[in-house]
């Protein structure tokens, strides 16, 4: 494997059902990010994490729980979520002090809440 | 609040044809990047311009940052089918190297 991998691509879930979404990065980078992407809005950052540990949560409600074991994986951990908050779910990472943060991105995960 | 605006925000041309989208800010940015998202797929970098006034090619594609780095443009030369996508562009928050906001994007469409 190569880049970031995300798994599931497509999931489908009830609004009581509880899931994981799984990223893993075979970069050697040592920053992961959670994004969302709807339609009509721009990419959305929700976490970052750098050096394993969480810097930045965006305002994202708790049904949102984020894990990062060691710097190649991250989860998000999702219970009783709503409609709303279907979506493309995107990681990416990058390396911490790169001149620039450019981003690899993953292919995504698209969620659907029914 | 930094935002960066591109336009337009959909585009349909025929295969062969040349255009031009935009990305612009009321902010300065310190350098911006050019991604290209296929449908299916995450966004994959294109190109990073980070001096005002600087132009970046990548075979067909022109890139330009805007002289006082507030805007860029993205140019395309005889698009073909392959170049369909949604191109997103992104900077730094808060002016200075960190964390990306993105803008919402423009979906290009290259018909055969």
């Known amino acids: 494997e190569t880049g970031v991998t995300q798994t599931p691509r497509h999931l489908v879930m009830g609004m009581t059902n509880k899931k994981s979404l799984k990223c893993e990065q075979h970069l050697g980078h040592n920053a992961m990010y959670w994004y969302k992407q709807s339609a009509k809005k721009p990419l959305e950052l929700m976490f970052v994490?750098?050096?394993?540990?969480?810097?930045e949560n965006n305002s994202v409600p708790s049904r949102f729980s984020p894990e990062c074991p060691n710097s190649s994986h991250l989860f998000l951990h999702l219970h009783t979520l709503q409609p709303e908050d279907s979506a493309l779910y995107l990681c990416?990472?990058?390396?911490?002090?790169?001149?620039?943060?450019?981003?690899?991105f993953g292919p995504g995960t698209r969620l659907t809440v029914l | 609040t930094q935002l960066l605006e591109q336009s337009p925000q959909f585009l349909s041309i025929q295969e062969g044809e040349n255009l031009t989208v935009y990305c612009n800010s009321s902010?300065?940015?310190?350098?911006l990047q050019w991604y290209r998202q296929e449908p299916g797929e995450g966004p994959v970098l294109l190109v990073t311009?980070?001096?005002?006034?600087e132009v970046k090619k990548l075979k067909r594609l022109t890139f330009q940052f805007g002289d006082a780095r507030k805007d860029s443009s993205l140019h395309i030369t005889a698009a073909q089918p392959g170049d369909t996508g949604l191109y997103l562009c992104a900077g730094p928050r808060g002016g200075s190297q960190g964390n990306l906001i993105f803008g919402k994007g423009t979906k290009l469409s290259v018909k055969p």
């Open positions: 902010s300065v940015f310190s350098s």
């Open positions: 994490y750098s050096l394993e540990e969480r810097v």
């Open positions: 990416a990472s990058s390396q911490e002090g790169a001149r620039y943060n450019e981003q690899f």
């Open positions: 311009v980070v001096t005002g006034g």
